[in-house]
């Protein structure tokens, strides 16, 4: 059933949604701390997130429109180039 004025409602990006555990600063910052070498699960340790939500940060899945180095392939674990 439509209910009037409820559907196609974008959520807020990033920062902006009233679900969001990180702000755009501190996704840059896991992203640019994971590629020099910090590791994904100290990462989600020290934020008390899970290790998946570290991972797709660090992967591009979540946090597109959002800056910092992004790996180029999560399957092969490869970075992209600086």
Known sequence: ???????????????????????NAEVVSIRVRFDQGETIVALASEKKVSISAVADIVNGRTWRNIGGPVRINP?????KAS
Do not use: I, N, Q, Y
């Not at 209910?3 to 702000?23: D, L």
């Not at 399957?75 to 970075?79: I, Q, S, V, Y």
């Open 1 to 23: 059933m439509h209910v009037k004025g409820r559907s196609g409602r974008p959520s807020a990006p990033g920062e902006r949604s009233s679900t969001a555990k990180f702000t």
């Open 75 to 79: 399957a092969l674990g490869r970075r």
